[in-house]
């Protein structure tokens, strides 16, 4: 063989071999995790309150505390995120002002998420007077998946040709006409995409809501957003190391880390499902 | 340097003057010293080569240019004796006046009906009776009607580049402009779809005023009644379209309809 064939060959090689390691290290973690996790899933692990030092029972109010938690995080960030993303790319003076704004969300989200965690004790719980709750908790991951959020909307705008605005804005439409009409409705999948897999990485967050609101043990289901919570991850991690008897529950955290990931996989396929019908349109659109 | 047209020209009618504009992106200056003025329902050509400044001396009239960052502009465009960059103007009322078409045609992806409709609708028209109707004359004045009639609920990203552009006239028609600006619209066209075009601004000039650029010297001559020359962002001559082919009083108007640079 010509050392150039060789070189192509091991080169190639290589490629493969990468990529081929990162799909084994994310079936490997599935596959750990749902050996481990089956056993315990079961009706009554995903209906009820562990009971028995949470040596039995189930998981329920986790995954009730984790679902209003993210329900509070995308009332909070989407919204804002948009509205953040719309004015920085269709409104603001590129000048500047946009450029530090710009900066300091590429910043933001690189703030590791017990960081967030302290400010939103100071913020939500202390100064808004939310009290360790499932709201402060909410909003502390509204503001880690922001950076995200507005990312991926810019980038959704991006998407939108400037001929679609042009268009409008030369048949007498006002800015926000042309933006509401002619832009949002083909951003918005997109939108929604990146702040779908912004609460993904939200919801499984740990720090964040241990401070703010999540609770070691609470076996009744919040009644109110004012509540402390009880949440997957961090219920995870007590049961992975903090628990008096860690051999005991061991299977009980592979089962709710299972039904963690899941609920995030779920996500991803929202998101997914959402971003291949918007590429189909925009195809048409072309 | 000012051509006189109100006196050369069969109508004493200006829609458009054009005083001392100068126009820049950025530090850089893209048009110089333009005067000129453009008659009512008369169709007007732009011509010159590409970077001359006419396309951009065309987004002047309705305020286009604005969308575009770091532009400045001075001198005065008066549309009927109305300034239209003065201070108290809504740049939303020069563009409902001054329409436009653009080069790569831009239809939304919507159906041709509500393509149309788009203008009626964000102008606050809600009868839905008038919105068909205004649709239904706007598609006839743009000479689609008879193609489209029948699947007015479909895709207008379906139809040909021709029809597709006049789809975009129709979206301009139905707002009722009193001006229609046409930046190259058959540059993209087949010879056919071109021609339905330039029968199209003949008829709509009897009761529209209309700006034409185009890279188509031929189609300056087919279809304009006064051209102007552009040439590094100045405006070299202007007069009747016929005497400007035949006639041109500057030896660089000459060289470039002959062919001989541009």
């Known amino acids: ?186 951003a918005i999948p997109g939108m929604l995409t990146g702040a779908i897999l912004g609460l993904a990485r939200a919801a499984g967050e740990t720090a964040p809501i241990l401070f703010t609101g999540a609770a070691f043990s609470i076996p009744s289901l919040p009644k109110s957003l004012f509540d402390q919570f009880m949440a997957l991850p961090y219920h995870l991690y007590i049961l992975a190391t903090q628990h008096q008897d860690i051999q005991k529950v061991r299977p009980i955290a592979y089962g709710t880390a299972l039904v963690l990931i899941a609920l995030i996989l779920c996500l991803n396929v929202v998101a997914i499902t959402i971003r291949y019908r918007y590429r189909k349109k925009a195809r048409m659109a072309k | 340097m000012f051509p006189l047209l109100s006196s050369t020209h069969p109508t004493n009618n200006i829609k458009i003057t054009v005083r001392d504009l100068n126009f820049y992106y950025g530090p850089q200056k893209a048009l110089e010293n333009i005067n000129l003025d453009i008659p009512s329902y008369q169709v007007t050509a732009f011509i010159g080569p590409s970077g001359c400044g006419k396309s951009t001396f065309l987004r002047c009239l309705n305020r286009m240019n604005e969308t575009i960052l770091d532009t400045r502009i001075e001198g005065t465009i008066l549309l009927d004796g109305e300034d239209i960059y003065a201070p108290e103007v809504d740049v939303v009322d020069v563009r409902r006046r001054v329409g436009m078409v653009f080069q790569k045609s831009n239809p939304f992806p919507k159906t041709i009906f509500e393509n149309v409709a788009y203008g009626l609708r964000i102008n606050g028209m809600k009868d839905k009776r008038k919105i068909a109707e205004t649709v239904e004359r706007s598609l006839i004045d743009a000479a689609i009607w008879e193609e489209v009639k029948d699947r007015l609920y479909e895709s207008a990203m379906g139809l040909s580049g021709g029809q597709q552009q006049r789809i975009c006239i129709a979206r301009a028609l139905a707002i009722k402009p009193e001006v229609i600006l046409m930046d190259e619209p058959a540059s993209a066209l087949d010879p056919l779809a071109t021609k339905k075009i330039e029968d199209l601004i003949q008829k709509l000039k009897t009761e529209y005023t209309i700006v034409i650029v185009t890279h188509n010297m031929q189609q300056a001559a087919r279809v304009s009644d006064v051209t102007a020359f552009f040439y590094l962002g100045k405006l070299i001559e202007v007069n009747e379209t016929q005497t400007i082919f035949t006639k041109p009083q500057l030896k660089q108007t000459e060289e470039y309809i002959t062919g001989r640079f541009g």
């Open chain 1, 1 to 186: 063989m010509k050392p150039q064939a060789i070189t192509e060959k091991l080169g190639f090689t290589s490629l493969i071999v990468a990529s081929l390691l990162v799909v084994l290290i994310l079936f490997g973690i599935l596959a750990n995790i749902f050996y481990n996790g089956f056993s315990v899933l079961s009706w009554e692990f995903l209906s009820q309150s562990p009971r028995d030092g949470m040596t039995a029972g189930g998981i329920l109010p986790a995954i009730v505390g984790t679902f209003l938690v993210s329900l509070i995080t995308i009332i909070f960030a989407v919204p804002l995120g948009m509205f953040s993303a719309i004015y920085l790319n269709e409104y603001a003076h590129q000048g500047k002002l946009v450029r530090l704004i710009r900066l300091s969300i590429r910043n933001l989200s690189g703030v590791p998420s017990v960081v967030y965690g302290l400010f939103g004790v100071a913020l939500f719980v202390r100064l808004f007077h939310f009290g360790a709750s499932i709201l402060s908790s909410g909003m502390t991951l509204g503001l880690l998946t922001l950076p995200w959020t507005i990312t991926a909307s810019e980038e959704a705008l991006k998407t939108v040709p400037k001929s679609f605005r042009d268009g409008a804005l030369a048949l007498g439409a006002t800015q926000w006409q042309a933006i509401r009409t002619n832009v949002l409705p083909y």
